[in-house]
């Protein structure tokens, strides 16, 4: 069975870090771009970061540079998203996706996804 798997989600204060991570299950990732996606309430789904199946080439979202970091770790199946100096806005759902193409932020065209993980960043 063909599974993504996020962890790593919790309760944070603003200003501080998490590390998401998406471990694959039923397929091997190293053939995969990754991406990573959030959706706060009322909100549509959120274009975060991506990673091509190498690790070459990252691109993170433009209101997150600075902020977070993708990675992965082919030998483990797994990538991750770091994510530090998180704010309350930073607050929603967070999913991984891979994709057998490069599709960047167009979530139509990743081919898995993960049931998510909630972040939230309060004091």
């Known amino acids: 069975q063909v599974q993504l798997v996020e962890s790593g989600g919790g309760l944070v204060q603003p200003g501080g870090s998490l590390r998401l991570s998406c471990t694959a299950s039923g397929f091997t990732l190293d053939s995969y771009a990754m991406g990573w996606f959030r959706q706060a309430p009322g909100k549509e789904r959120e274009y975060v970061a991506s990673?091509?199946?190498?690790?070459?080439?990252?691109y993170v979202a433009d209101s997150m540079k600075g902020r977070f970091t993708i990675s992965r770790d082919n030998a483990k199946n797994t990538a991750y998203l770091q994510m530090n100096s998180l704010k309350p806005e930073d607050t929603a759902v967070y999913y991984c996706?891979?994709?057998?193409?490069?599709?960047?932020?167009?979530?139509?065209?990743?081919?898995?996804w993960g049931q998510g993980t909630q972040v939230t960043v309060s004091s």
């Open positions: 996706a891979g994709a057998k193409t490069w599709p960047m932020w167009l979530k139509n065209e990743y081919d898995y």
């Open positions: 990673i091509v199946w190498s690790g070459g080439n990252t």
